[in-house]
């Protein structure tokens, strides 16, 4: 799936079509953001700045394997077993927009009954029982988050010119 070829249901529930336009929001906004970064200098990209993670490319990691996480649970594929990135920035740039490419195609496939059922999450961290509707919202969210942070680390690395990646800046000019 494309940002351009998303093509919404409208005899869905509000639920259900809000999280399909969700999940594209969420990679519009991810290719957004990677097209961005990618008219700036790697080393740049690679900088320490303070934050949660140390640099824009440690952050495009976490985003990408947070997503392949909770993706293998609404799939019930089981967690993915995470290993240390060591590619380069830009295949951290390529696994983040492809994956969420994968994530839209996913939860655009999904079915009302499979959207709303419940799913239940037993990790090392917590156990939890909700609808896959919830996860999902927990993907975008932490996703939308993450962002925000590196559009602040940019700044502080002297990038003014962030994209607009506003949800409804999605809805009326992104789709």
Not at 23 to 31: E, I, P
Not at 107 to 123: G, K
Not at 147 to 166: C, E, H, K, N, Y
């Amino acid at each position: 799936m494309k940002q351009q070829e998303l093509t919404i249901e409208t005899n869905v529930s509000p639920i259900v079509y809000l999280m399909k336009n969700y999940a594209g929001y969420n990679l519009w906004a991810n290719a957004s953001l990677v097209n961005w970064l990618r008219t700036k200098p790697a080393d740049v990209l690679e900088q320490e700045v303070p934050s949660s993670f140390t640099t824009i490319k440690s952050t495009i990691v976490h985003i990408w394997n947070t997503q392949r996480y909770w993706l293998s649970i609404i799939k019930r594929s089981g967690p993915q077993r995470v290993e240390e990135f060591t590619g380069t920035l830009e295949d951290a740039f390529r696994g983040l927009v492809e994956h969420s490419d994968e994530f839209a195609d996913y939860i655009e496939s999904m079915t009302d009954q499979q959207i709303e059922e419940n799913n239940m999450v037993i990790n090392r961290w917590f156990q939890c029982d909700f609808q896959n509707f919830e996860y999902i919202m927990q993907v975008m969210n932490h996703s939308t988050y993450h962002r925000g942070q590196i559009v602040t680390m940019g700044r502080s690395l002297g990038f003014t010119d962030a994209p607009m990646t506003d949800y409804n800046f999605y809805n009326i000019h992104g789709r």
